[in-house]
């Protein structure tokens, strides 16, 4: 089955600095999406990487404080950017692999900002 | 755009017996509605999903059902299990458009007494 996998999958990160997430499918997808998952809270939806286009941002979240790469059709990134200890969180890619509207995702990336 | 609620948040249930997770959903323009199990420090994968074009489904001993009128769905899970002990998230989707994005509901806490 197809697999999507992410790293780093945890680091502890300085305030202030930037860390880049990796997320790699191993078949082409149209959309990936970037989640953010708060210590016991729901998934978040940051925003929708298209390839080929600018990413579509959800409300509350901002291309200078997120932004996403998608080179291709099987990879993205998503930075997170002059962090602070409020995006301590996991940071979760997906993307449907199938035609039916299955969300798949990856192992996500725990991030810690002290 | 789509906000999803859902309750309860925490359920306690005895092993055996039966649980029930309910959503509603705000965009009458949804057609897909998902159901996610999350296990401690492991990432969401599908249990079952329903479309805008059935009232109901099941799988063993899960089972969807829909009211697009009231825009609300639930799950039943019959005969708990210790291993049904996990985070179950409930979504809503316009799947096959443009917008085809996954929101999340809050989450339910489930745990299964011995």
């Known amino acids: 089955s197809a697999v999507i996998s992410q790293k780093p999958s945890r680091d502890i990160c300085q305030r202030g600095t930037s860390l880049t997430i990796q997320c790699q499918v191993d078949s082409q997808v149209t959309m990936m999406f970037w989640y953010r998952q708060q210590p016991g809270q729901s998934l978040t939806l940051i925003a929708t990487a298209n390839q080929g286009s600018e990413a579509t941002y959800e409300s509350g979240f901002v291309i200078d404080k997120f932004p996403i790469s998608r080179p291709n059709l099987t990879f993205s990134t998503l930075t997170v950017s002059n962090m602070s200890p409020e995006d301590s969180s996991i940071y979760l890619c997906?993307?449907?692999?199938?035609?039916?509207?299955?969300?798949?995702f990856g192992e996500g990336s725990r991030l810690t900002v002290l | 755009g789509e906000n999803v609620e859902q309750h309860p948040s925490t359920l306690s249930v005895q092993e055996g017996d039966s649980a029930v997770i309910k959503c509603t959903y705000s965009?009458?323009?949804?057609?897909?509605f998902p159901w996610y199990k999350q296990e401690l420090g492991k990432r969401p994968q599908l249990i079952i999903d329903i479309r805008s074009n059935v009232g109901e489904k099941k799988d063993q001993r899960i089972a969807v059902t829909l009211n697009k009128t009231a825009k609300h769905f639930s799950l039943h899970i019959t005969e708990t299990q210790p291993e049904d002990s996990a985070v179950y998230f409930c979504?809503?989707?316009?799947?096959?458009?443009?917008?085809?994005?996954?929101?999340f509901g809050s989450g339910t806490r489930l745990s299964i007494r011995p």
């Open positions: 997906s993307a449907p692999l199938t035609n039916t509207g299955e969300l798949f």
């Open positions: 965009d009458s323009a949804s057609n897909y």
């Open positions: 979504a809503a989707s316009k799947w096959y458009s443009s917008a085809s994005k996954i929101i």
